[in-house]
């Protein structure tokens, strides 16, 4: 049964970066099938993606945080990671990552996240 | 990019009560259309994909409807579990995804 657990600091001063990892258990990262991703929720407030990572190392990055964040893969470790630059307290959030799953029809792909991590609280604060 | 806009932000229901959520696009994205469901302090879970496929496992009171810039999530006979806040995802920019803003389901 597949498994994500994301790691990383509780708290993370402004101005730094903030480093998290997921580790993957029962299936392999390095699928053909799936992307990984990086979602957030700040405090009383809704889902945002923040960026997403395929097993050949491709990523793609929401907008708004482009110019701040790195998704990488560590195949060997069975784990992708996290950072995210120069944060302020609007980085404060619930992080999760989930796998980006997808069923075929016809000549195309449905994606959807169908399993996720259960979260870690990070607090941007000096 | 893609927008998607939930309506309404929050609801009140009863146990038994039948509960549409609806979610728009600024584009048409065809059907793909994801829903989850959110309990406080849980990770989201996926309920339907594809604007209208059942994820195994999720009670079939639960349905989904639409194509194109409109969709509809149907809840028929709201269950004391169902209380919980509910996230559209549009898929059709894959990898680059867009929630919308959540339908929170309260109690009346």
């Known amino acids: 049964q597949l498994q994500l657990q994301e790691s990383g600091p509780g708290l993370v001063k402004p101005s730094k970066t903030l480093s998290l990892t997921c580790s993957v258990s029962?299936?392999?990262?390095?699928?053909?099938?799936?992307?990984w991703a990086w979602i957030r929720q700040p405090p009383g407030k809704g889902l945002e993606w923040i960026g997403s990572l395929y097993y050949s190392g491709n990523t793609n990055y929401n907008p708004s945080l482009k110019s701040r964040v790195t998704i990488s893969v560590d195949t060997s470790k069975n784990q992708f990671s996290l950072e995210l630059s120069s944060v302020t307290a609007a980085d404060t959030a619930v992080y999760y990552c989930a796998r980006d799953s997808r069923s075929a029809a016809d000549n195309f792909y449905y994606y959807y996240m169908d399993v996720w991590g259960e979260g870690t609280t990070v607090t941007v604060s000096s | 990019d893609i927008q998607m806009t939930q309506s309404p932000s929050s609801l009140s229901a009863s146990v038994g009560d039948r509960v549409t959520i609806t979610c728009r696009a600024n584009?048409?994205?065809?059907?793909?259309l994801n829903w989850y469901q959110q309990k406080p302090g849980k990770a989201p879970k996926l309920l339907i994909y594809?604007?209208?496929t059942l994820q195994t496992g999720v009670p079939s009171r639960f349905s989904g409807s639409g194509s194109g810039t409109d969709f509809t999530l149907t809840i028929r006979g709201l269950q004391p579990e169902d209380f919980a806040t509910y996230y559209c995802?549009?898929?059709?920019?894959?990898?680059?995804?867009?929630f919308g803003g959540g339908t929170k389901v309260e109690m009346k």
């Open positions: 594809a604007a209208s």
């Open positions: 584009q048409r994205i065809s059907d793909y």
């Open positions: 995802q549009q898929s059709y920019s894959t990898p680059s995804l867009t």
């Open positions: 029962g299936d392999s990262i390095n699928s053909r099938t799936y992307y």
